[in-house]
């Protein structure tokens, strides 16, 4: 995971649901509910707050995949994990909506509980999610597909 540790990101959903299930979690960043949340953590799981770029891509490429909880406006971070070739696990509202394609690139939960997010862990787990339809899926949002579009958008061509 990688998150501002505040309320409204529900990193929580995450550490409860990997304290029933055992697995690894890495969260990278920091926040107001950084103790409250290090206080329910079991010790599979490790806190590495605020970590260089180089150390957050090294982390997210080392991973299974990306877990974002919350309603994410846009979802820069789930692109960030599709670039480097592993896919997202994501509540399936707002901006994730738009940047992960289900089973393909990754996989949404719908109810912000631990179990709805155990649920979508095992889809995950199942899928054969392929490196290279990641990154095919981040480089439809690079800076010269945005310009290209812009473009055509105010050409009329769209």
């Known amino acids: 995971m990688v998150s501002r540790l505040v309320s409204y ?17 890495k969260i990278i960043g920091s926040g ?3 103790n409250r949340l290090q206080n329910l953590a ?22 299974s995949g990306l877990i974002i909880t919350g309603e994410e ?29 289900n089973a393909l690139t990754g996989t949404f939960f719908y109810q ?8 979508a862990i095992n889809r995950f787990e199942s899928f054969s999610i392929k490196s290279e339809n ?8 690079s800076k010269e597909v945005f310009k290209k579009r812009f473009m055509e958008a105010i050409q009329g061509n769209l």
């Open 134 to 141: 990641c990154r095919r899926q981040a480089k439809g949002f």
């Open 42 to 63: 079991n010790k599979n799981i490790e806190f590495l707050g605020n970590v260089s770029e180089d150390i957050l891509f090294n982390v997210i490429s080392g991973s």
């Open 32 to 34: 107001p509910q950084m």
């Open 73 to 101: 406006d846009f979802g820069l971070t789930a692109l960030e994990a599709q670039a480097l070739g592993k896919g997202v696990i994501a509540f399936g509202e707002g901006g994730a909506k738009e940047t992960v394609m």
């Open 9 to 25: 990101k529900k990193v929580d959903i995450a550490i409860r649901c990997f304290n029933a299930n055992k697995k690894k979690l």
């Open 112 to 119: 912000q509980t631990p179990e709805s997010l155990e649920e």
